[in-house]
């Protein structure tokens, strides 16, 4: 497998009203094309602030992210944007679905951004949706769903611009037993069929289903 990402010497400090607070400490990570990885660690060590600088959420303070080639942390504004639309796509603990809209206007927004085509996006829309269980629901609005099933649309949304590499923070967090099942079923079937992923997650038992296992402790990563 060959390196797609890969973090040297990354160091990120938030300025916060009273003291600064260090959330990583010298990181360095290399994520391997078609690998599933999981982060996994205690709250507020800095898992989450990882995972945003690998898509370009946020930017270091001190060392290098490099993806597909390119050094994020030299990108213009515009140009991690564009980058987060085409590379990346990401899901989140609580879902982040427009509760207006409907479950397809959930996925063809992605889409919208990157530039593709209305009748496109319908299309890919539809596909995917199909994919993970929602055929049905095109129609429905995102406030109509359960847990696990606005997952489910939040998945296919981040498919959507079919990236090299799936973001995901605590997806399971809010779910029950059967919605994790679901999901982490729809997770696994996306690594076989040779899709990238990087998960945060509290869960032993969500990653064990990982290939690698990394612990990110007061801002260091061990392996």
Do not use: W
């Not at 916060?16 to 994520?31: D, F, H, K």
């Not at 539809?126 to 609005?141: H, I, N, P, T």
């Amino acid at each position: 497998m060959n390196s797609i990402m890969k973090v040297q010497g990354v160091h990120k400090t938030y300025n916060g009203r009273s003291v600064p607070t260090t959330a990583l400490r010298g990181v360095n990570l290399e994520i391997e094309a078609g690998s599933f990885t999981c982060l996994v660690g205690p709250s507020g060590h800095g898992k989450s602030t990882l995972l945003h600088l690998l898509g370009g959420l946020d930017r270091p303070c001190e060392g290098s992210i490099e993806a597909f080639g390119q050094r994020l942390e030299h990108m213009s504004d515009a140009e991690l944007a564009r980058f987060r639309a085409h590379k990346v796509g990401f899901v989140f603990q609580f879902f982040n679905l427009l509760k207006g809209l409907t479950v397809a206007e959930n996925v063809e927004v992605a889409m919208m951004f990157a530039g593709l085509p209305a009748k496109e996006q319908s299309k890919r829309a539809a596909e995917l949706l199909e994919s993970v269980g929602l055929g049905d629901k095109m129609k429905a609005r995102a406030n109509e769903l359960s847990g696990g099933q606005m997952q489910r649309v939040a998945i296919a949304r981040a498919l959507a611009n079919d990236p090299d590499v799936l973001l995901l923070d605590e997806p399971t967090g809010n779910l029950d037993t059967v919605s994790e099942g679901e999901v982490l079923g729809i997770l696994d079937e996306l690594h076989r069929q040779g899709r990238t992923i990087v998960m945060v997650t509290h869960g032993a038992e969500v990653a064990a289903r990982a290939q690698r296992i990394v612990e990110v402790r007061d801002g260091r990563v061990s392996v």
